[in-house]
Each structure stands twice: as structure tokens, then as C-alpha cells.
């Protein structure tokens, strides 16, 4: 098994940095394959410009970077992605990621329904992020992010298994608190 790890947070000393060390010490400690999609340190550039939209309808793409990362996203089985919660929504970077990846006839293929996912051979999605406000906010009170717009197009391009994880009161919150939530990310893995 294949792990692809997304990881869209700017700050190495940041809560979600421990969380990336928390899954890649129990990767490895497995034994289990895993690449690291660092977007911030990679300098992947998620605005979508002239040449990427001329191309973008025949689901085609110039970019290198983005070729290479959907290589590794057609040859793992699962992903993970680790991201903090900003003004309701995921961070820039990794919403321009979404545009520029999955690409149609790469990821996506379009049915009479909508979208027909073709990357089914993601068996196993994470999708961990944290957060300032509580997590029962964002699943009832002000629309939830995750649950709602992102993990519809994660499955509707056929990412599987999705289970999602949040670390609430991030900033504020206790140390043990952050510490439990640790141990819960270690047990995923």
C-alpha cells in the first residue's frame, strides 16, 4: 500500500506539522510506503493562469509539477490530507491543487449525473485539518466544510473510505487535549 500525504500548511512549527509527523513516524514505523505532498515546500502555484485554462477542458495541463503529482496519485491507494480550517473553507493552496490536479479524463470523467470519479484506486482517504472553532460548529452550525463541498469532489473523483478528523480549539485549546488528538491520529495509521 501507497500512501500520498497532501500537506497544505505554510508554518513548520504549526499543530498541523506535529499531526504530519505524527503520520509519517507511524508510517514508517509500519513500514508503509508513503509520499510527501508538501505544497507549501514544493512552491506549487495553485493560481490558475491563460495557459493552464487553454489546456484545462481537454483535461490537459503544461505544468510539470502537476504531471508529477498525479503520477503519484495514480500509483497510491491512499491519501491523506492534513490542513487547517480558514474562513470556513481549505487553504488557497490546496484549493488550487483540487483545480489544477484533477484534471478531467485524469480524475474525473463527466456522466449523465455529474461527475464520474477515475481515481478509484484511492481505497483509503484521510482528511484531517484543525480549527479555532468547534468542530460541532462546523458540522451544524455554519455549514460543514469538509463534509460538505470538499468531500464531494474528493468522492466524485473517486476517492474511497473517507474519514475525517478535526482538532478543534487549535490555538486555544489545552496541551493534553492536542496530545490526545495525537494519539487518535496515530491509531489511523
Do not use: C
Not at 472553532?133 to 460538505?148: E, K, S, V, Y
Amino acid at each position: 500500500m501507497k500512501t500520498a500525504i497532501v500537506f497544505a500548511h505554510p508554518w513548520h512549527g504549526s499543530f498541523n506539522k506535529a499531526i504530519l509527523d505524527t503520520v509519517v513516524t507511524s508510517l514508517t514505523a509500519k513500514k508503509k510506503e508513503f509520499v510527501l505532498l508538501d505544497l507549501n515546500k514544493d512552491n506549487f502555484n495553485p493560481v490558475m493562469k491563460e495557459q493552464d485554462l487553454a489546456l484545462f477542458s481537454k483535461g490537459d495541463t503544461s505544468d510539470q509539477q502537476v504531471k508529477a503529482y498525479q503520477t503519484i496519485l495514480k500509483d497510491s491507494d491512499e491519501i491523506v490530507f492534513i490542513f487547517p480550517i480558514w474562513w470556513f473553507g481549505i487553504p488557497a493552496i490546496l484549493k488550487g491543487f483540487i483545480d489544477k490536479v484533477m484534471l478531467k479524463t485524469y480524475a474525473y470523467n463527466l456522466g449523465k449525473l455529474g461527475l464520474v470519479g477515475l481515481l478509484g484506486n484511492i481505497q483509503k482517504t484521510t482528511v484531517i485539518t484543525t480549527s479555532e472553532m468547534p468542530t460541532i460548529m462546523l458540522r451544524f452550525g455554519f455549514g460543514n466544510p469538509i463534509a460538505g463541498t470538499f468531500k464531494a469532489i474528493i468522492k466524485g473523483v473517486g476517492f474511497k473510505n473517507i474519514k475525517w478528523y478535526n482538532s478543534d480549539f487549535t490555538t486555544s485549546g489545552k496541551r493534553s487535549k492536542k496530545t490526545k488528538f495525537l494519539n487518535k491520529i496515530k491509531k489511523r495509521f
